[in-house]
């Protein structure tokens, strides 16, 4: 009766890794490779959202560069302007004449006008 009872125990405990091996083992593995297609798609969606963080901050920063471009051509069309209205012939000589006398050791051909003074823009077209 005791080898009966024990048969059986075996016989349920074969029966039940057999079944196991038979239908859960592939159950598992089916699970497990779901868990991990899952994980990947959740670390596809991270990346893409890394990438489309990025790339909105580049953007942000290609549109500040732009204004500041903008705002710094603005500044150099002014002081261009500044310049054009302040420089007369009388300065561009006064100038000439200081390069002239830091110029040391050096030969210099200055074109001289009919008044005796250089001709600081030879060619220029009379107004």
Do not use: C
Not at 74 to 79: D, S, T
């Amino acid at each position: 009766m005791e080898d009966k009872k024990i048969g059986v125990v075996i016989a349920l405990i074969v029966i039940l890794v057999v079944s196991f091996f038979l239908f859960g083992y592939p159950m598992i593995r089916v699970w497990w490779a779901g868990q991990a297609g899952k994980a990947q798609l959740r670390h596809a969606n991270f990346e893409r959202e890394v990438q489309i963080v990025n790339a909105q901050a580049n953007l942000h920063a290609q549109e500040f560069n732009a204004q500041s471009e903008v705002v710094r051509a603005e500044g150099i069309a002014k002081a261009n302007n500044i310049i054009k209205d302040s420089i007369t012939e009388a300065y561009i000589r006064y100038l000439w004449v200081q390069t002239l006398d830091r110029t040391n050791n050096q030969i210099i051909y200055v074109p001289l006008g009919q008044d005796g003074l250089p001709i600081t823009e030879a060619g220029r077209a009379v107004k």
